[in-house]
T-cell receptor
């Protein structure tokens, strides 16, 4: 199984809502990533988890709250988002957080904030 | 701050042509460079990874080269097919698994 799955595929939320994005992999990978991709822009790294611990936070606003409850699952909790947070949110995983490891990406969750 | 640039932003060619996509980066202190493919509204698929000590990598009809000292990489696609239509992104790895992406080249192969 070389697949990273993400749910939901699409999400529409108001600025006062609380929602969560979910990412799952069963490849035994111990590094997991959240990226944000705005339309016609490249992906930008948000968070990295290594062995279920937060390794990198790229100065992301606190309205985005990541969680890694176990080695297969990565969540992104959303609260009080702004319309400019509308984007494709991509999850990825790699065997470990070391140089040269291939990252496997999920299909993404397309988020619209109204 | 590392900046990655891809030229051209969009490219349209007839089926069967060989083509070259370009990627340049400003800081040569990279661990490796990767080429990804992204279909519309989808995630990324890794195509090739070139370590900083390597000059090129090949996979099927794809060949990627790296000239680290000049900050350039090319992706060569031979005998293009309509199924190759996608956006191609290059990314350099600086910190462990910290990827910096270019803006991508949107490729269309016309039957």
């Amino acid at each position: 199984d070389t697949e990273v799955t993400q749910t939901p595929k699409h999400l529409v939320m108001g600025m006062t809502n609380k929602k969560s994005l979910k990412c799952e992999q069963h490849m035994g990978h111990r590094a997991m990533y959240w990226y944000k991709q705005k339309a016609k822009k490249p992906p930008e790294l948000m968070f990295v988890y290594s062995y279920e611990k937060l390794s990198i936070n790229e100065s992301v606003p606190s309205r985005f709250s990541p969680e890694c409850p176990n080695s297969s699952l990565l969540n992104l909790h959303l609260h009080a988002l702004q319309p400019e947070d509308s984007a494709l949110y991509l999850c990825a995983s790699s065997l470990r957080q070391v140089r040269g490891e291939t990252q496997y990406f999920g299909p993404g969750t397309r988020l619209l904030v109204l | 701050k590392q900046e990655v640039t891809q030229i051209p932003a969009a490219l349209s060619v007839p089926e069967g042509e060989n083509l070259v996509l370009n990627c340049s980066f400003t800081d040569s202190a990279i661990y490796n460079l990767q080429w990804f493919r992204q279909d519309p509204g989808k995630g990324l698929t890794s195509l090739l990874l070139i370590q900083s000590s390597q000059r090129e990598q090949t996979s099927g009809r794809l060949n990627a080269s790296l000239d680290k000292s000049s900050g350039r990489s090319t992706l060569y696609i031979a005998a293009s097919q309509p199924g190759d239509s996608a956006t191609y992104l290059c990314a350099v790895e600086q910190g462990a698994q910290k990827l910096v992406f270019g803006q991508g080249t949107r490729l269309t192969i016309n039957p």
